[in-house]
């Protein structure tokens, strides 16, 4: 089983509607929550970065950790096409040690 | 890119033959990073750099040497390349360890 599970997709939306994006882990020891955007050849890019339980919103981008659940999410509200990208969520629980869901590709079409 | 090169961005090289990818930074952070990305492995991390001459292993670090002798420049050497090796590397930088930003990547072929 891996640490980091994420559903790879594929996921197509229309245009403003809501998506989310859900990643389960099983190591109780990460304690640092990312979101990465991925366009096609290109790096990473963070979106959200969170330490505790609850809710963090930046704009049309909300990221949620259940730490009793071991379960986070990415919300994105009036989704747009220039969303349509790979989003990779990870989870660190050092300094140095970051482990990666293997992404979801989401496409909004217009 | 968060002030990170890499170099080659592309390279098709032949087994057996040794590699040497470049990553290069102008933000003057003390960590760096070597991950792969593999299709259904998302990234993984191979080595990582603390300081000058400071480096330690990763999850897949076999086949991998790592080298930093000044703080902007990161390198990852292939030993010998073998077809698993065949991926997309990226560089990342931290400044403290929590948030990693991450550089165009390098497309290695290995035939």
């Known amino acids: 089983q891996k640490e980091v599970e994420q559903d790879p997709g594929p996921l197509s939306v229309p245009e403003g509607a809501i998506v989310s994006l859900n990643c389960t882990y099983s190591?109780?020891?990460?304690?640092?929550f990312m979101w990465y955007r991925q366009y096609s050849r290109k790096g990473p890019e963070l979106l959200m970065y969170?330490?505790?339980?609850g809710n963090k919103e930046d704009g049309r981008f909300t990221a949620q950790v259940d730490k009793s659940s071991k379960y986070i999410s990415l919300f994105i509200r009036d989704s747009q096409p220039s969303d349509s990208a790979t989003y990779l969520c990870?989870?660190?629980?050092?300094?140095?040690?970051?482990?990666f869901g293997a992404g979801t590709r989401l496409t909004v079409k217009p | 890119d968060a002030g990170i090169t890499q170099s080659p961005r592309h390279k098709v090289t032949e087994t057996g033959t040794p590699v040497t990818l470049r990553c290069h930074q102008t933000?003057?952070?003390?960590?760096m990073y070597w991950y792969r990305q593999d299709p259904g492995h998302g990234l993984r991390l191979i080595h990582y750099?603390?300081?000058?001459?400071?480096?330690d292993k990763g999850e897949v670090s076999d086949g991998y040497s790592v080298s930093r002798s000044k703080t902007e420049d990161f390198l990852l050497t292939l030993e010998s390349a073998t077809s698993s090796q065949t991926s997309v590397y990226f560089c990342?930088?931290?400044?403290?360890?929590?948030?990693?930003?991450f550089g165009p990547g390098t497309r290695l072929l290995v035939l």
């Open positions: 990342a930088i931290s400044r403290g360890g929590e948030t990693q930003y």
């Open positions: 190591n109780s020891a990460f304690q640092y």
């Open positions: 969170t330490y505790s339980s």
């Open positions: 990870a989870m660190l629980y050092n300094n140095n040690d970051m482990r």
């Open positions: 933000e003057n952070h003390r960590y």
């Open positions: 750099s603390y300081g000058v001459k400071d480096t």
